[in-house]
């Protein structure tokens, strides 16, 4: 099968200064195959969102992409003008964030704003724009649907909102689903329903999810393939199953270890000293060798490469470098 979108050596820099250049993505390369939900995991500030915005081509000054190809349906993306990057954005990929409220347009109805996207996308009457619109907030699971037509955003909860994000961004049956977030700011018990119905939706319309989150345990149950980022670049990238069993890169295990309620063999780090180092200021070397607590000498000097330790399984990681060797 043919990947759904293939990212190749992708890097995005935002140039700050003269000085200051922030790799905020740095050379990494991944496939979401169809029907697949890829995890994109790591803290805050370890590229995660900016990966997304470079697929979505929403990056702006002084950020730019530098260098890579990002192919959707034999487009490569970064080559695109902005009007078919337009037709794009929608049509084959379609992405939600963390705060719905900040992609929403406060002065329009509901309705009104699904209406225009379908519009937008698709030749279709006013009437039948509206009765899909109706059709769409039914189908993820919004009541009293006509109702919520002629409401205004701030009217609705979170979840609700979200909800609306979602109908948005199915509307036009798009490939591939990018989720940034998409339930960090909601409240715990509405946060499962969201993911629920997200994994709901991808059954129905067949799409591939790019999930992003900073929470293994939402990766542990709806991954099926997870990709850990720091510093710019991946760092560990296996299916979900496998990387949960016998994770192998340090960083991935202080993730794992503040999770309160993972079952899992690990050493427990605690959870990680410090702070992800700012994109423009990386160390020397492993980009994790500021905080790693198995940190060598050589790790100090240059930076390990990502590699295939086991079929489908990948890590940047100088100690499994040393268990391949002794064996
Ligand atoms: Fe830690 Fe060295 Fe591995 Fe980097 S390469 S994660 S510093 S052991
Ligand atoms: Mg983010």
Do not use: W
């Not at 905020?24 to 890829?38: K, L, N, Q, R």
């Not at 037709?87 to 084959?92: A, L, S, T």
């Not at 018990?189 to 709901?200: C, K, R």
């Not at 939706?201 to 099926?224: C, P």
């Amino acid at each position: 099968k043919l990947p759904v979108l293939e990212v190749e050596q992708l890097k995005t820099y935002f140039y700050l200064s003269e000085k200051q250049v922030a790799k905020a993505v740095d050379d990494i390369s991944f496939s979401v195959y169809p029907g697949e939900t890829v995890a994109l995991v790591g803290e805050s500030g370890s590229g995660k969102s900016m990966t997304a915005l470079s697929i979505m081509q929403l990056i702006n000054k002084p950020g730019r992409i530098v260098d890579g190809k990002i192919t959707v349906s034999d487009k490569d993306l970064i080559r695109l003008k902005q009007k078919q990057m337009t037709n794009i954005r929608g049509n084959e990929i379609a992405m939600i964030f963390q705060e719905p409220m900040t992609a929403l347009n406060p002065v329009y109805t509901i309705g009104n704003q699904i209406i225009e996207v379908i519009r937008k996308h698709k030749k279709v009457s006013k009437k039948e724009a509206e009765s899909r619109a109706v059709e769409l907030l039914k189908i993820v699971g919004i009541p009293r649907a006509e109702e919520v037509m002629k409401e205004y955003p701030h009217q609705l909860s979170g979840g609700m909102r979200q909800r609306v994000m979602i109908a948005i961004a199915i509307s036009c049956d798009p490939k591939l689903l990018i989720a940034d977030e998409p339930t960090t700011a909601l409240d715990v018990t509405i946060q499962a329903q969201i993911l629920d119905l997200l994994a709901d939706m991808q059954k129905t319309f067949e799409m591939s999810i790019l999930l992003i989150t900073h929470d293994l345990g939402v990766v542990s149950e709806y991954a099926d393939r997870v990709m850990v980022m720091y510093g710019g670049q991946i760092v560990e990238q296996a299916d979900t199953r496998a990387l949960l069993k016998s994770t192998k890169h340090p960083y991935t295990k202080g993730l794992l270890a503040s999770l309160p309620n993972i079952d899992q063999d690990v050493d427990r780090l605690g959870t990680i000293k410090g702070t992800v180092p700012p994109a423009f200021n990386f160390p020397v070397g492993c980009r994790f060798s500021t905080r790693c607590p198995y940190v060598m000498e050589k790790c100090r000097q240059s930076n390990p490469e990502l590699k295939e330790v086991e079929p489908g399984y990948f890590v940047r990681c100088y100690l499994q470098e040393e268990v391949g060797e002794s064996e």
